[in-house]
């Protein structure tokens, strides 16, 4: 069938037409084989010129279209939309980037950035006069939902998805829930503690019949695709067939020969082998570390309810989608960064927080009474290369505080703060103020004079060149240094391989697009919310578990769903098997098939991504890409290399 193109050349309000002669671009192309109608207009994707795009479809009987803007990754789904509503299928759209790959790029060099333009714009027509009208794949979707995470933002996602009437399966692999939060005491800014916080979210999961929560849980495979993803579910027993009662239960732990560090208080403290939760974490019972338990039968000899042959089960189980809320890790500095194992003065915010937690009188640490209290900041985020050079957020906001928090508890602690400059935005700001206002004394440097620890035999200085007061050299004698620690993604988060997620520079997990996909992942049917995707404090990692929440409902909630159908294909006749483009598939989609007179490769349509990555390794040219076919890409080679 004959093509009867239109082409739509955006300004972009500037952002293209201060660098591109857009008219120029316009007038070399509207006389391209295929082109009908060629256009040039201010903001292409607003709602007038989408409606005029329509009505352009309509009345010219247009059966291509391409649009010369920005990314496809802001606008592709928004051209796809106004081929439909013109109804047009929406795979005979053609979207060329001319501002991220052209006027941005180009922006010295106004001629050139043209003539880029319009072989850019040429090429996107010679694919637009091949395109074929394409249908989707249609699936089935489990309506179920597994949130992988019972921190504050795994709850919160959890019971929004109860909410909407979906089942859900909330998967924590420590033997508690509650995360991060059940580790601090009162939170910025609400002053309402941890432990209420995690309190009210557990008692409203457990009063929904359709939460399912397994604690000491772990995914170990994963199979399947959106809207039917096949998890096997590895769970660790408590090794409790029943309740002791607290006192029984205080007897076996005391009995217990073993002691390890306690991970819920970073290592500060010592627990048994057999431990009970604390008054923030849930379910309210006891477990036994089986890692480190010796099975010497103690516990059991004091309650009959402890049981030690108990084994690992793995459950199947189909769900439609998946929410990773995985959370975070502090930052662990190194040893002898500002003196950290170096002297047991130093100890990082985490561990301070919950010594506050402990202390009751007095603050104490190691026999003496804390007075002088030195916080160094940046401890682990804005490092030089080949740190973390991100700025995780909170940690001005949580350290200012706990310097607030402690000065209240005990009125005879001097807070000294060592920043880089503080960033307490939006209405923390007004924790700074109280800080001020109660005597906290700040000093400044920079990453080119940062603040020196020395340690001396029973003083610990801290030390700055304090840009505040012209560059004067302070020091500070102090009874405990704590180091304001940033985020880092969880150092096993072996999760989210099995899923394949991507992750950023950061390492955390990454999400399409920071503003318009701020929850989805390029593996479909996989969200993330919380601090897996970045540092966040606990009001923006709830917001983005009830986007998440919503996000993965409307997965699961239509009963089918539709896939690109932009993925590879085999033609049977060509392919020898020899396991090449399996090797090379990120995503596991292709495998072999034995049912054929002779092995070979087959697609999962629902799980092909069309990256395209096989095409290249396969010896027989087996492989096709479909709307990308070869014909299709030297059509475009074609007329990008015409002189």
């Known amino acids: 069938m004959k093509k009867k193109l239109g082409v739509y050349v955006c300004h972009c309000g500037g952002n293209i037409s201060d660098y591109v002669d857009v008219e120029k671009v316009k007038k070399a192309i509207e006389d391209e084989g295929g082109v009908y109608l ?15 795009m329509v009505d352009d479809i309509k009345r010219d009987d247009l059966n291509g279209i391409v649009v010369a803007s920005c990314s496809p990754k802001l606008h592709l789904t928004t051209f796809r939309n106004v081929s439909e509503r013109a109804d047009l299928n929406k795979y005979n759209y053609v979207h060329a980037n001319i501002r991220e790959q052209d006027s941005w790029a180009h922006s010295n060099d106004k001629e050139g950035a043209t003539e880029k333009a319009i072989r850019i714009v040429k090429a996107a027509i ?11 794949n249609k699936i089935v979707a489990q309506k179920a939902v597994a949130v992988i995470g019972a921190g504050v933002a795994g709850m919160k996602a959890a019971i929004a998805l109860s909410d909407m009437d979906c089942p859900v399966y909330l998967i924590e692999r420590s033997p508690f829930i509650g995360g991060r939060v059940a580790q601090w005491g009162k939170l910025f800014t609400s002053n309402q503690p941890g432990n209420e916080l ?23 495979s994963n199979a399947g695709s959106i809207g039917d993803f096949k998890l096997k579910v590895r769970v660790t027993p408590r090794y409790f067939s029943g309740l002791c009662s607290d006192d029984q239960l205080d007897k076996a732990i005391e009995a217990c020969p073993v002691e390890v560090a306690d991970e819920f208080n970073f290592n500060i403290t010592k627990r048994k082998a057999i431990y009970r939760n604390t008054f923030s974490q849930y ?38 989608s998946v929410l990773m809320a995985t959370g975070f890790d502090p930052y662990t500095p190194e040893a002898g960064e500002y003196g950290y194992q170096e002297t047991n003065r130093v100890v990082t915010l985490p561990q301070f927080a919950r010594m506050i937690e402990m202390s009751d ?14 916080y160094i900041y940046c401890v682990g985020s804005r490092q030089p290369e080949g740190g973390n050079t991100y700025c995780s957020r909170y940690c001005c906001t949580s350290a200012i505080h706990t310097s607030v928090e402690v000065k209240k508890k005990f009125p005879k602690v001097y807070n000294y703060h060592f920043t880089r400059g503080i960033r307490t935005y939006g209405k923390q700001e007004q924790l700074y103020a109280e800080s001020l206002k109660q005597g906290d004394i700040y000093l400044q440097g920079d990453e080119d004079n940062l603040p020196e620890v020395v340690v001396q035999e029973k003083k610990t200085l801290v030390k700055v060149n304090d840009i505040l007061s012209a560059g004067r050299a302070i020091e500070v004698e102090a009874d405990l240094v704590v180091l304001v620690t940033g985020m880092v993604p969880r150092a096993d988060n072996s999760v989210g391989s099995l899923f394949k997620l991507p992750k950023g520079r950061d390492n955390f997990f990454n999400e399409i697009h920071i503003k318009l996909r701020t929850v989805e992942t390029f593996i479909d049917g996989v969200t993330i919310a919380g601090s897996c995707q970045s540092p966040k404090n606990v009001m923006e990692s709830v917001n983005s578990a009830l986007a998440a929440a919503a996000k993965s409902y409307s997965y699961v909630s239509k009963g089918e769903l539709e896939t690109e159908p932009v993925i590879a294909e085999v033609d049977e006749a060509l392919c020898t098997w020899c396991d090449a483009c399996s090797t090379a598939c990120p995503f596991d989609a292709i495998s072999m098939s034995n049912d054929k007179e002779k092995a070979i490769a087959v697609i999962n349509n629902a799980v092909c ?17 479909i709307a990308y076919s070869n014909k299709e890409i030297e059509s475009m080679i074609d007329a990008l290399a015409v002189d």
């Open 38 to 52: 060629a256009k040039t207009t201010m903001f292409a994707c607003s709602d007038s010129n989408q409606k005029d």
């Open 126 to 136: 010679a694919r637009a006069r091949l395109a074929e009208p394409l249908v989707p």
């Open 198 to 220: 995690v309190e009210g979210l557990y008692n409203k999961l457990i009063n929904r019949k359709n939460i399912t929560i397994f604690t000491n849980a772990e995914v170990t």
């Open 283 to 320: 379910p309210q019972t006891g477990v036994i570390d089986m890692i480190n338990c010796t099975r010497c039968g103690k516990c059991e000899a004091i309650c009959d309810k402890i049981d030690l042959s108990q084994k690992e089960e793995v459950l199947d189980l189909q769900v439609g």
């Open 361 to 374: 009188k007095k603050l104490m640490h190691n026999g003496k009474e804390v007075k002088n209290i030195a």
């Open 609 to 625: 991504k069309g990256c395209g990555m096989c095409l290249p390794v396969c010896p027989t040219d087996a492989l096709n890409l």
